[in-house]
C-alpha cells in the first residue's frame, strides 16, 4: 500500500512503479532528507504540533535509520517511489503511528526542494575545495617554472613572449571567479522552503525560521509558490558547473596541444597518459581529452535543466524529478575532473628549452622592436611600417630580427642605435612589461604571492 494510496482502489502498475520511481537516483540524498526531517520534527515538538515525547522519538529513530544507511543494512524500494518516501516508510515500519506524525505540515514538494537545495549546498562546498586544491597546483608550478619563456599567442600565433608562470596564472584567476560563482550560488540557495507545503503554506503555526536555522541555512523562502517550483538554483550551479568545464577545457586543449611533437612544451607523466592498442610509440593525454569531452556533457545538463523547466505552469510538476539526474551529473563530473586534472598537471614535465626556443622564434620581438622605435621618436604606426617591412626582409632570408647587423638595422631606419640588441632581448621583451597584471618577472611574482594569500582564503566556511 501506498502511503498516498486512500484514495486509490487500484495498486500501481509495475511499469508505472518503475518510470515513476527516483528512488534509483535521488537515494543519495538520503542524509539531507534525515537532517530535514530532523529539523522538522525538532519545530513540530517546539511548536507543541506533535507531542514533545513523539518528536523525540522520531528523531532519534531517523538518526538509526541515517547510521543504518550509512552502514548499508537498508535497501530501498521502488514502490516507495523516492528517497522520502522510503525513509519515512521505514520510520513508520519501526514506530508505527506516532512515525505517521512526521508528515504533518510538510508536502513532498516543500521537502524535495529543501533537500535539493541542502544537498547542493554541500556539493558547492566540496567543488570550491577542489578548486582551492587545483590552484594551489597552479601555483606551485607557476613557482616552480618561474622565469621559464613561451611564447604567448594571438589566433594560436606566435604574438609577444610571456612567463610560462603568467599563462598558468591566468587560470588561477578564472577558477577564483567560479569558486566566488559557487559561494554566491550557496547563499542564494541556503533560505529554506519548508512550511511551503504543497504549494500554498499551511494552517499549522510552522516557526519556519526556527526550522531554517536548525539546517545553517540563513533564512526562509519569501513565497510558497516559488518556494517548491522554481529550480534556478540548480539552473545555476549547472551554469557555474558548465563555467568551470569550459575553463578547464580550455587549457585541457593547451595541454593536448604542448604536449604534441610539434609543440614539445610539456611531457605528461606515464601516471597520467595511455598508449594505443596499436601504435607502441604513442602517448596519449587522455586525461586531457576527456576534461574536454566532459564539457560538452555538463553543458548538455545546463541545457536539459532550462528546458524541463521552461515551459512549467505553477507550482510543482512532475517533470521536475528529472532536475536531479542532470545537476548530479553535472556536479559529479566536475568533481571527478578537477582532482585528476591537478594531479596530471602536477606531476607534467616542462620542457623550458622547448618552450624559450619556440619564443625566440616567429617574430614575438617585433612589437619591441616597433616600441624601441617609438622611445626615439617615431610615431608608432610608422614604426610598425619600419618593423613590418623588417619581418618581411628576414622572413624571406630565414633570419630573426636580433641577427641583423646594426647596419642593416640603419637600412630600415636611421633611429636605430645598438641598444637595439639589448630592447629586443626575451628577457626584456618579458620584464619590461612590468604593469600590473602584466608578465614581467616583477609582476609575475608578486601575483604569485597574492595569489597563495587569496586561494587560502577560499576555503568553504560559509557556516
Ligand atoms: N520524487 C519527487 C521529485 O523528485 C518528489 C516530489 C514529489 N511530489 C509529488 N507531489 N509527487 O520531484
Redesign the pocket.
Known amino acids: 500500500m501506498k502511503l498516498w494510496g486512500g484514495r486509490f482502489s487500484k495498486s500501481t502498475d509495475k511499469s508505472v512503479d518503475s518510470f515513476n520511481s527516483?528512488i534509483g537516483f535521488?537515494a543519495r540524498m538520503y542524509r539531507q532528507d534525515i537532517n530535514g526531517s530532523i529539523a522538522h520534527c525538532e519545530m513540530l515538538g517546539k511548536q507543541g504540533i506533535i507531542p514533545k515525547s513523539d518528536a523525540d522519538l522520531i528523531i532519534k529513530t531517523l538518526g538509526e535509520i541515517l547510521s543504518d544507511i550509512e552502514d548499508g543494512l537498508i535497501e530501498f524500494s521502488i514502490e516507495a517511489?523516492?528517497i522520502?518516501m522510503n525513509i519515512e516508510k521505514l520510520l513508520i515500519e519501526r514506530i508505527g503511528d506516532i512515525g505517521k506524525r512526521l508528515h504533518t505540515g510538510r508536502s513532498?514538494?516543500d521537502q524535495?526542494a529543501l533537500d535539493l537545495r541542502l544537498y547542493l549546498r554541500d556539493e558547492c562546498e566540496k567543488i570550491r575545495s577542489h578548486i582551492k586544491d587545483f590552484n594551489n597546483v597552479l601555483i606551485e608550478l607557476a613557482e616552480a617554472n618561474i622565469g621559464v619563456v613561451m611564447p604567448g599567442y594571438t589566433h594560436l600565433q606566435k604574438a609577444q613572449p610571456i612567463l610560462f608562470s603568467h599563462h598558468l596564472m591566468a587560470y588561477f584567476e578564472m577558477l577564483c571567479r567560479d569558486s566566488e560563482r559557487l559561494l554566491q550560488c550557496i547563499e542564494r540557495m541556503n533560505v529554506s522552503p519548508l512550511g511551503s507545503g504543497a504549494l500554498a503554506g499551511t494552517t499549522y503555526p510552522l516557526d519556519r525560521e526556527f526550522a531554517a536555522a536548525a539546517l545553517g541555512m540563513k533564512g526562509i523562502t519569501q513565497n510558497s509558490l516559488d518556494g517548491v517550483s522554481d529550480r534556478d538554483f540548480a539552473i545555476e550551479v549547472c551554469f557555474v558547473m558548465s563555467m568551470i568545464m569550459m575553463h578547464l577545457s580550455r587549457l585541457a586543449e593547451e595541454i593536448i596541444l604542448w604536449s604534441s611533437g610539434e609543440f614539445g612544451f610539456v611531457e605528461l607523466d606515464d601516471a597520467f597518459s595511455t598508449g594505443s592498442s596499436i601504435m607502441p610509440q604513442k602517448k596519449n593525454p587522455d586525461i586531457a581529452e576527456l576534461a574536454r569531452g566532459k564539457t560538452g556533457r555538463v553543458y548538455g545538463d545546463l541545457i536539459a535543466l532550462l528546458t524541463v523547466m521552461k515551459g512549467l505552469p505553477l507550482a510543482?510538476n512532475?517533470d521536475?524529478?528529472e532536475d536531479?539526474e542532470q545537476v548530479f551529473d553535472a556536479v559529479d563530473t566536475v568533481s571527478a575532473t578537477l582532482p585528476v586534472f591537478a594531479k596530471m598537471l602536477s606531476t607534467m614535465k616542462v620542457n623550458k628549452s622547448n618552450m624559450r626556443k619556440a619564443a625566440a622564434e616567429g617574430f614575438t620581438n617585433a612589437t619591441d622592436a616597433a616600441d624601441y622605435l617609438v622611445k626615439k621618436g617615431l610615431p608608432f604606426r610608422d614604426a610598425h611600417k619600419v618593423i613590418g617591412e623588417m619581418v618581411a626582409f628576414c622572413t624571406a632570408e630565414n633570419r630573426t630580427i636580433e641577427s641583423l647587423s646594426l647596419d642593416e638595422f640603419k637600412g630600415f631606419c636611421p633611429l636605430f642605435g645598438d641598444d637595439i640588441y639589448n630592447a629586443v632581448s626575451l628577457e626584456n621583451c618579458v620584464n619590461l612589461r612590468d604593469i600590473p597584471g602584466g608578465t614581467s618577472l616583477n609582476q609575475v611574482k608578486s601575483a604569485i604571492k597574492n595569489a597563495k594569500r587569496r586561494n587560502s582564503l577560499l576555503y568553504p566556511t560559509i557556516r
Open positions: 527516483s535521488d517511489e523516492d522520502h513532498r514538494n524535495v510543482y512532475k521536475m524529478q536531479k
